[in-house]
């Protein structure tokens, strides 16, 4: 009896040696991938800031035109005679500068004289509150500096709600009820408020003016142009994404799996990606160009509404792309060797309508009208010999078994025919056609029967069985991807006059026969300019 509990005592000890090992094992190893990823960090950080500067430099320049504002402002608290004049206050030109100073120049201009206005605008109606106030006497001076507070507090969060200052002036209308509640309300208790408020719009000012001259003057980056370049990089990535997916379409299906597994990223999805997320973009860069001074070498008038414009047919099509696409993930799918038959002329149609979308990106990229030619007889050709190849296979796109079930209806109505006679030469019932079953009716009495059987179990596998039970055309699908190419050339006509109204508006240079090269690399080097916009966060 004692050895068999000792045999168990020297069990559970090494079991438990044993559990302390496999305890020790996995915490070696979870130190050693700690200490790895912290090895890794640091260079995974500088691998993240040298990839943000090399995509677009103008952010390293950005960052040094802020870090030199601040220097600039914070000179008035650092130099005694500066901090002399103006004392404390001076830390209101650093708030400026932090809030105001933006990426481009016309966000800059927009958030700066909103700023400025609204102080301003607080500061005298102030004054004059201020003014009246003193002389009510000392009683009825809380009365009237409440009720003042009451109706401009109100009136100024009822004016938001317009939609011309909710889009051109929210940002002043706030600044200026926050400096009219500071100013109105200390006034009661501090005696030296005017000279306050007088420093901080002074410090307020300069602060605007730092950042009025590092926007506009030091390397600036305008509004319009950001605009420009978006649309051109919305322009170039629909054409790729076009392309790129009718090539996917007709590929062979091990090309398809080993592009995925190449990279995560779908370049289907990465070039219309931008025009479907582009709406707030082009509405808040439309309405900073619409700030910005005529800084054009001829001074012509940027056409920032009709880039909108343009931003949302662009979107539109945009659409269309994104059903081409969900045409290659659809659950039912033409047989690769019925795609075969139409290969050629789809993917000779998509290659003209992306060189049509590239043509309009060089044309607006160089601000030229588009050549003549843009809708070419390559294009109209294309989509002949599209139509060409569906009407030359009929048999595809009207069911294969049509012939089997003409004669099937004609053996029912002989069947049926049958049964009249019989009926009148007996004086019998109705007539019957229970002999002759459709698949729609065999599908159905098997459905009741397994319902009847197991009414209480879900068949997901009924939906497919119905879809492969109905005679459907194998070129169906195709023929949904075919509708849809087409239509990217209908909505090609429409992008065209966006475009060349743009033109006419902006006064881009005539076309000029050479100016139609259109090089297009494999791995085009384009700057998503949507990245370049900073949110703001809060007020001061």
């Given at each position: 009896m004692f050895p068999k509990v000792h045999a168990g005592m020297d069990m559970e000890m090494n079991s438990n040696m044993d559990c302390g090992k496999s305890k020790g094992i996995i915490?070696?190893?979870?130190?050693?991938?700690?200490?790895?990823?912290?090895?890794?960090?640091?260079?995974?950080?500088?691998?993240?800031?040298w990839k943000v500067g090399r995509d677009d430099p103008r952010r390293v320049i950005h960052a040094v035109k802020v870090g030199l504002a601040l220097t600039l402002v914070?000179?008035?608290?650092?130099?005694?005679?500066?901090?002399?004049?103006?004392?404390?206050?001076?830390?209101?030109?650093?708030?400026?500068?932090?809030?105001?100073?933006?990426?481009?120049?016309?966000?800059?201009?927009?958030?700066?004289?909103?700023?400025?206005?609204?102080?301003?605008?607080?500061?005298?109606?102030?004054?004059?509150?201020?003014?009246?106030?003193?002389?009510?006497?000392?009683?009825?001076?809380?009365v009237f500096i409440g009720a003042a507070v009451f109706l401009i507090g109100a009136a100024a969060t009822y004016i938001r709600f317009?939609?011309?200052?909710r889009k051109n002036y929210d940002y002043g209308v706030v600044i200026f009820l926050l400096t009219f509640n500071l100013i109105t309300v200390s006034s009661y208790r501090v005696d030296n408020v005017m000279k306050i408020a007088h420093d901080r719009f002074l410090t307020i000012a300069i602060g605007c003016g730092v950042c009025l001259l590092m926007s506009l003057l030091v390397f600036p980056n305008w509004s319009g142009e950001e605009l420009h370049s978006s649309t051109v990089f919305k322009l170039e990535g629909l054409a790729r994404s076009i392309e790129a997916c009718v090539n996917e379409y007709f590929s062979e299906q091990d090309q398809i799996e080993a592009n995925q597994d190449k990279s995560t990223k779908d370049p289907i999805y990465e070039g219309y990606k931008a025009v479907?997320?582009?709406?707030?973009?082009?509405?808040?860069?439309?309405?900073h160009a619409s700030w910005e001074p005529r800084h054009s070498r001829h001074c012509y008038r940027f056409p920032y509404q009709q880039y909108v414009k343009l931003g949302n047919v662009l979107r539109h099509f945009g659409y269309t792309v994104v059903a081409l696409h969900g045409c290659l993930r659809t659950e039912i799918q033409t047989p690769r060797s019925v795609r075969g038959l139409f290969k050629?002329?789809?993917?000779?149609?998509?290659?003209?309508?992306?060189?049509?979308?590239?043509?309009?990106?060089?044309?607006?990229?160089?601000r030229r009208h588009c050549s003549p030619e843009i809708l070419s007889d390559h294009l109209h050709e294309a989509l002949?010999?599209?139509?060409?190849?569906?009407?030359?296979?009929?048999?595809?796109?009207?069911?294969?078994?049509?012939?089997?079930?003409?004669?099937?209806?004609?053996?029912?109505?002989?069947?049926?025919?049958?049964?009249?006679?019989a009926k009148y030469s007996s004086g019998g019932g109705g007539?019957?056609?229970?002999?002759?079953?459709?698949?729609?009716?065999?599908?159905?009495?098997?459905?009741?029967?397994?319902?009847?059987?197991?009414?209480?179990?879900?068949r997901p596998q009924l939906s497919k069985i119905a879809i492969t039970s109905v005679e459907f055309s194998e070129a169906l699908p195709f023929a949904a991807f075919a509708a849809l190419l087409v239509e990217t050339v209908a909505k090609l006509d429409n992008v065209i006059e966006e475009v060349e109204e743009m033109g006419r508006i902006a006064c881009f240079k005539e076309y000029q026969h050479g100016d139609e090269n259109i090089v297009v690399s494999d791995k085009p080097q384009v700057i998503d300019v949507t990245q370049n916009q900073l949110p703001s966060h809060g007020v001061d």
């Open positions: 915490g070696e190893k979870s130190m050693r991938i700690l200490v790895d990823k912290m090895k890794k960090y640091p260079v995974s950080i500088w691998r993240t800031m914070s000179l008035l608290y650092l130099l005694q005679p500066l901090f002399t004049g103006i004392g404390q206050n001076a830390i209101w030109a650093v708030m400026t500068v932090v809030v105001v100073l933006e990426f481009t120049a016309g966000a800059t201009l927009c958030k700066g004289l909103n700023r400025g206005l609204g102080t301003l605008l607080a500061g005298s109606l102030a004054f004059f509150i201020e003014y009246i106030a003193t002389e009510s006497g000392h009683i009825f001076r809380a317009i939609p011309y200052i479907l997320d582009s709406k707030s973009f082009d509405e808040t860069m439309a309405l050629d002329p789809c993917i000779r149609l998509a290659g003209e309508v992306s060189k049509g979308l590239m043509e309009l990106a060089n044309s607006v990229r160089n002949q010999d599209l139509n060409t190849a569906i009407k030359s296979q009929p048999r595809l796109f009207l069911g294969a078994n049509s012939n089997q079930a003409t004669n099937m209806l004609a053996l029912a109505a002989a069947h049926a025919t049958s049964q009249k006679h007539v019957s056609l229970s002999s002759v079953k459709t698949d729609s009716s065999a599908l159905m009495e098997w459905k009741s029967k397994r319902e009847s059987s197991e009414r209480k179990f879900l």
